[in-house]
């Protein structure tokens, strides 16, 4: 039957939390996930495995933190101040935060002034502040920016696929991937996208059209974004290295 436990792993001023899953499998396993570091270990003695798996998943959290320690900015408790700058690529906004007599936090975008305004309760702590502010900024900027965004899908659409239907658009901080579609033509695509340079915002739009025609990354798949976007490949280079800047 399988059973987790938790440790934080303290670094520098970072808090890791170490989620020790034990269930049925016949290896141990540790991935960096969004919001912990997941061990997995056989419910059963896998001293055979490894000796002391909390000390290995630590040595393990530790070797990656300085080889990549931005990877790790997903566990520090982000800072929001009133006059904070919020850059994406087409817009620059500026933050305001006020204290309020409310039991939630509530945010409002002007944009014409590009101000972000967050409300949030007297009795909310910097951490609190900081859990629920990304996402409401998240979607005063998506709010914001939903226009041009589902124009320029139009645009490549038009320009590339034009068998193919598109139905509903999302922008959402999805942290899991950069986009997504369905067999009905909605496409999906995470906010943190709107801090990437335009040809890579291009880029996931090409391959969420692309899977409208093939559904899976096959070779006819690739042939076809490379056809469209021949440096393709750069665009995702890019994503991969630069993703912990596109957050707000």
């Known amino acids: 039957m399988a059973h987790k436990t938790k440790k934080l792993i303290r670094i520098e001023d970072v808090v890791v939390p170490l989620i020790i899953h034990r269930e049925w499998r016949n290896n141990v396993r540790i991935a960096l996930g969004t919001k912990a570091v997941n061990l997995r270990l056989p419910s059963y003695n896998y001293t055979s495995l490894v000796k002391d798996p ?25 800072k929001y101040f009133d006059g904070q700058i919020i850059q994406t690529t087409k817009k620059t906004y500026t933050l305001k935060i006020y204290h309020a007599h409310r039991k939630s936090m509530k945010a409002d975008i002007d944009p014409d002034e590009a101000q972000i305004t967050l409300l949030f309760p007297k009795n909310w702590n910097e951490a609190e ?25 139009a645009e490549l659409k038009d ?6 239907e598109t139905n509903r658009l999302r922008l959402k901080n999805n942290k899991s991937n950069w986009g997504s579609c369905s067999s009905q033509g909605n496409i999906n ?13 291009d880029y996931v739009i090409i391959h969420e059209l692309t899977h409208l025609i093939h559904p899976n990354h ?11 976007m021949p440096d393709y490949k750069q665009k995702e280079r890019w994503l991969s290295k630069n993703s912990h800047l596109c957050v707000f």
């Open 54 to 78: 909390i000390q290995w998943a630590e040595d393990w959290i530790l070797k990656k933190y300085k080889q990549s320690p931005h990877l790790f900015d997903r566990f520090r408790i982000k």
């Open 129 to 153: 502040l900081s859990s629920n502010a990304e996402s409401l900024i998240s979607s005063c900027i998506a709010a914001d920016q939903f226009y041009w965004v589902a124009m320029r899908i």
């Open 159 to 164: 320009a590339h696929f034009p068998e193919v």
């Open 189 to 201: 695509l995470s906010t943190r996208l709107l801090k990437a340079p335009l040809d890579v915002i």
């Open 218 to 228: 096959s070779r006819l798949f690739w042939k076809k974004v490379e056809e469209i």
